[in-house]
């Protein structure tokens, strides 16, 4: 999926990876790797074989991958499971999705469709805020007057 060669300053964060064919993170480079930030991804393969590659040595487990870094933030907050999406073609989370809650603030006030973050106890791992794919429709008129309490038509 991500394949770095020569590069400082690399921010991995609150990315979801999701049965890739190959590995999830390649990097080649032999230098240390100046200014790396991975953080609250979540890694999820059926096979769970070689899910990582670092200056070469190929690691499948999230421990070892994190043990074998030299990053500024070895990838801290991550998970190994089923994000749990609404479907193959649909990237929002389900309600019981392991990524809910488990993100990190990466300076965004939006999620990928627009509606704002965080909403609940944290931020998604992922490109969707659960709860931002319900569909309203046009929903009631709802007023306040002053000393009357509130009124929904
Ligand atoms: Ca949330």
């Known amino acids: 999926m ?11 964060k609150n990315n979801i990876f999701y ?3 190959c590995e999830d993170i390649s990097i080649e480079n032999l230098n240390t790797s100046t200014g790396y930030e991975f953080s609250n991804n979540n890694y999820y393969k059926a096979d769970f074989t070689n899910n990582w590659n670092f200056k070469g040595v190929n690691y499948s487990t999230l421990g070892n991958w994190q043990g074998a870094v030299d990053f500024s933030i070895k ?18 989370l389900q309600y019981g999705s392991p990524a809910k809650d488990v993100g990190t603030n ?6 990928y469709s627009g509606s704002h973050v965080p909403k ?25 007057a002053t000393g009357a309490g509130m009124t929904i038509q």
């Open 106 to 111: 990466v300076g965004l006030t939006t999620d």
């Open 19 to 21: 049965n890739n064919t």
């Open 120 to 144: 609940g106890a944290g931020y998604e791992i992922g490109a969707y805020e659960y709860g931002t794919s319900i569909l309203m429709g046009t929903g009631p008129a709802i007023s306040f």
């Open 75 to 92: 990838d801290t907050g991550s998970i190994v499971t089923d994000p749990l999406f609404v479907s193959a073609t649909d990237f929002h």
């Open 2 to 12: 991500f394949n770095f060669l020569e590069a400082t300053g690399i921010k991995v």
